[in-house]
C-alpha cells in the first residue's frame, strides 16, 4: 500500500506538472485575496488526489478525477445526476487510509447506491508532525475548494448536490474549502472536528457555520481542559451534537478497548486513544445503515447536566432531531448544544426517558448515591432492572432523572421500582425505618413524546423500602387522553420532526 501510494503520487506529481505546462497563465494569488478568485482556476499546485471510490471496490482507489482533466469525470463513471459525497480523513500516524474510510463509502453506497462517493487523499500531508499536518489543513482546503468548484464548473453540476464529509483535521478542511468555493456547498458533516490548535481559532481557520448551507457535527472526544482535548469542545455548526455528553463514548474505556483487541486480534494500540474519536464516524455510520429501525435522536439541552436530569426530552420548536445522515436541517441557534446517550456498540439507538416520583416519607430520611434497579414494561417489550444511581435521596422531595433502555418497549404500562441494599450495613435499615411512599411517577418518553402518568398499583401509595420488593405502578387513570387529543398529539409530533425532508438527501 505504501509503495502504491508512493507510485501514484509520482505519477500525480508528473501529471500535474504536464498540466500546469498549459494551464498556469497566470502568477499564482495570494491566499485571501478576495477581489480574485483566479487562484481557484490553478490547478498546478493541487497536492490532494480525488479518488471516486466504488460500491464493489470501496477500499481502493482505482480511478482518480484530476481538477483541470475533464475526461477523467466519465473514466471514472461520475454520475452526474445523482449527489456526491465528499469524505475527508484526518491525521494519520501511518499514513495509511484508515479502516473506516472503506466502511464509511460502503455505507454511503448502502444508503445511496447511485451517488459519488469521493475519497480525498492528503495522507502525505497528514502523516507529518501533527501541527504540522494541522497548518495544512488551509492548502489541503484549498485543494478541496478548487475541485469542487471545477467539478461543479464542468459540468454545471448543483451545488445543492454536493456534501462534504470530514472527520478530525479533516473536517477543517471541509469548512476551508466550503468557504472557499463559488457558492455554498449543501452541507458539510464535522465528525468529531479535531481540537488542539483550532479551538480558538477564527472562523475562516475552522469549520464553521458559514461554510455551507447546512453544517451538522458530532462532537465525541472533548475530554479535558479545551486545550488538551482531542475533539473540539465548543459549537461549530448549526447543529452540534454532543453523544454521552461528547466527552468521551461507551465501550471505550481500557478495559472494553483491550478486549476487543483481544477478539479481534488487531494489534493496534492507538485504537485505545481513538476510539471515541472515531466514535463519531461510526454513529454516522449508524444512521446510513439502521436509519429505517434504528434512528437515533438527539436533544436540544442547556447542559450536560441538565440533559441527564432528564428535562431536556422536548421536541417542540425543533429542540430535537435525528442523529446523523437523516438529520432534520434546521438551523439550531448558533451555539447551542443537542445531546443523547448511546449504547456501546452499533445499532447504537437508545430510547430515553424522563422518571420523575416525588418520595414521601413521614420521618426526615436523608440519603446520597442509592441503588435503584427500574423496570419498564410496554405494549411491545420490556426492560427489567435497569440500574441507577440515585444520587440524592430525600424526604418530601421530587427528583427528575433520565433513564435510557435499549430496546423499544411501545407505549408504557407499568413501572417497577427497587432499592436494592447498599454496600454498607445501615442502622436505619436494622430499624426499618428506610422506607417512602410514592404516589405517583411521571414518565416522559423522548422518541415518542407521549407523557404518561402512573399510580401505585394497589392502594394510594407504594412503598419503597430499601432491599425489599418492587413497588409496582400501572398506568393511571387519570392519563386517559382522549382519542381526539392523541390523534392531536401525533400530529404536533410529526410536524416537529418530519416537516422538513426526513431523508435529508439533497436530491
Ligand atoms: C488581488 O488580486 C488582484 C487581481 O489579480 C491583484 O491586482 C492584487 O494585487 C491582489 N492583491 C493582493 C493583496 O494580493
Ligand atoms: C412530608 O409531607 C407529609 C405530607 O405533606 C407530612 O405529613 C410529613 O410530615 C412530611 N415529612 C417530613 C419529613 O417533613
Ligand atoms: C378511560 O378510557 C376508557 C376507554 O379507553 C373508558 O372506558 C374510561 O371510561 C375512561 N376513563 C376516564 C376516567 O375517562
Given at each position: 500500500m505504501g509503495t502504491k501510494n508512493s507510485y501514484l503520487v509520482t505519477i500525480w506529481i508528473i501529471l500535474a506538472n504536464i498540466?500546469?505546462?498549459?494551464?498556469?497563465t497566470s502568477e499564482p494569488q495570494l491566499f485571501g485575496n478576495d477581489t480574485s478568485t483566479k487562484w481557484l482556476e490553478d490547478y498546478a499546485d493541487i497536492v490532494s488526489k480525488f479518488s471516486l471510490r466504488t460500491a464493489e471496490i470501496p477500499d481502493d482507489d482505482l480511478c482518480y478525477i484530476v481538477p483541470g482533466q475533464p475526461l477523467t469525470i466519465p473514466e471514472c463513471e461520475f454520475n452526474p445526476d445523482t449527489q456526491t459525497f465528499v469524505v475527508i480523513h484526518g491525521w494519520t500516524v501511518t499514513g495509511l487510509f484508515e479502516s473506516w474510510v472503506a466502511k464509511l463509502v460502503t455505507a454511503l453506497y448502502e444508503k445511496e447506491p447511485k451517488a459519488n462517493v469521493i475519497v480525498?487523499?492528503?495522507?502525505?500531508?497528514?502523516?507529518?508532525?501533527?501541527?504540522?499536518?494541522?497548518?495544512?489543513?488551509?492548502?489541503?482546503?484549498?485543494?478541496?475548494?478548487?475541485?469542487?468548484?471545477?467539478?461543479?464548473?464542468?459540468?454545471d453540476y448543483p451545488w445543492e448536490?454536493?456534501?462534504?464529509?470530514?472527520?478530525?483535521?479533516?473536517?477543517?478542511?471541509?469548512?476551508?474549502?466550503?468557504?472557499?468555493?463559488?457558492?455554498?456547498?449543501?452541507?458539510?458533516t464535522g465528525l468529531d472536528p479535531a481540537g488542539p490548535t483550532f479551538e480558538h481559532a477564527d472562523a475562516q481557520s475552522t469549520l464553521s457555520p458559514d461554510d455551507a448551507l447546512f453544517v451538522d457535527v458530532l462532537h465525541t472526544n472533548t475530554r479535558g481542559s479545551p486545550d488538551r482535548s482531542i475533539g473540539i469542545q465548543r459549537p461549530v455548526g448549526h447543529v452540534d451534537?454532543?453523544?454521552?455528553?461528547?466527552?468521551?463514548?461507551?465501550?471505550?474505556?481500557?478495559?472494553?478497548?483491550m478486549k476487543m483487541i483481544a477478539l479481534t486480534g488487531i494489534h493496534n494500540m492507538d485504537q485505545i486513544v481513538k476510539c471515541s474519536h472515531e466514535r463519531s464516524i461510526h454513529l454516522f455510520i449508524d444512521s446510513l445503515v439502521n436509519a429505517e429501525e434504528h434512528q437515533s435522536m438527539a436533544y436540544r439541552c442547556s447542559s450536560k447536566e441538565t440533559f441527564m436530569k432528564g428535562m431536556c426530552l422536548n421536541c417542540r420548536k425543533n429542540r430535537c432531531n435525528m442523529v446523523g445522515y437523516g438529520i432534520n436541517k434546521v438551523r439550531t441557534p448558533r451555539g447551542a448544544k443537542m445531546y443523547l446517550k448511546t449504547r456501546e456498540m452499533m445499532p447504537f439507538k437508545l430510547f430515553h426517558y424522563q422518571v420523575k416520583i416525588h418520595f414521601f416519607s413521614s420521618e426526615k430520611l436523608t440519603y446520597t448515591e442509592q441503588p435503584l434497579k427500574i423496570s419498564l414494561y410496554g405494549t411491545h417489550n420490556e426492560k427489567t432492572?435497569?440500574?441507577?444511581?440515585?444520587?440524592?435521596?430525600?424526604?418530601?422531595?421530587?427528583?427528575?432523572?433520565?433513564?435510557?433502555?435499549?430496546?423499544?418497549?411501545?407505549?408504557?404500562?407499568?413501572?417497577?421500582?427497587?432499592?436494592e441494599k447498599d454496600a454498607?450495613?445501615?442502622?436505619?435499615?436494622?430499624?426499618?425505618n428506610s422506607n417512602f411512599h410514592i404516589r405517583k411517577i411521571r414518565i416522559k418518553a423522548g422518541e415518542t413524546q407521549s407523557k404518561v402518568i402512573f399510580s401505585a398499583k394497589d392502594g394510594e401509595f407504594a412503598y419503597l423500602v430499601r432491599g425489599k420488593d418492587d413497588a409496582v405502578f400501572v398506568k393511571s387513570k387519570e392519563d386517559n387522553m382522549s382519542r381526539k387529543e392523541k390523534m392531536m398529539h401525533r400530529r404536533k409530533m410529526h410536524g416537529s420532526l418530519f416537516k422538513e425532508d426526513i431523508q435529508g438527501s439533497s436530491t
Open positions: 498540466c500546469a505546462c498549459f494551464s498556469s480525498v487523499d492528503w495522507l502525505t500531508r497528514a502523516q507529518q508532525h501533527y501541527p504540522t499536518s494541522a497548518a495544512y489543513t488551509k492548502l489541503v482546503g484549498r485543494d478541496v475548494a478548487k475541485f469542487v468548484n471545477w467539478l461543479q464548473k464542468t459540468m448536490k454536493i456534501h462534504l464529509l470530514g472527520y478530525s483535521l479533516g473536517a477543517h478542511v471541509a469548512g476551508i474549502a466550503g468557504l472557499l468555493t463559488n457558492n455554498k456547498v449543501s452541507r458539510i451534537i454532543y453523544p454521552n455528553g461528547g466527552t468521551f463514548q461507551p465501550g471505550c474505556d481500557l478495559q472494553n478497548t432492572d435497569i440500574p441507577y444511581v440515585m444520587p440524592h435521596l430525600n424526604s418530601n422531595s421530587t427528583v427528575s432523572f433520565l433513564l435510557t433502555t435499549d430496546v423499544d418497549v411501545g407505549e408504557l404500562l407499568m413501572v417497577k421500582l427497587r432499592w454498607y450495613f445501615s442502622w436505619s435499615d436494622w430499624w426499618g
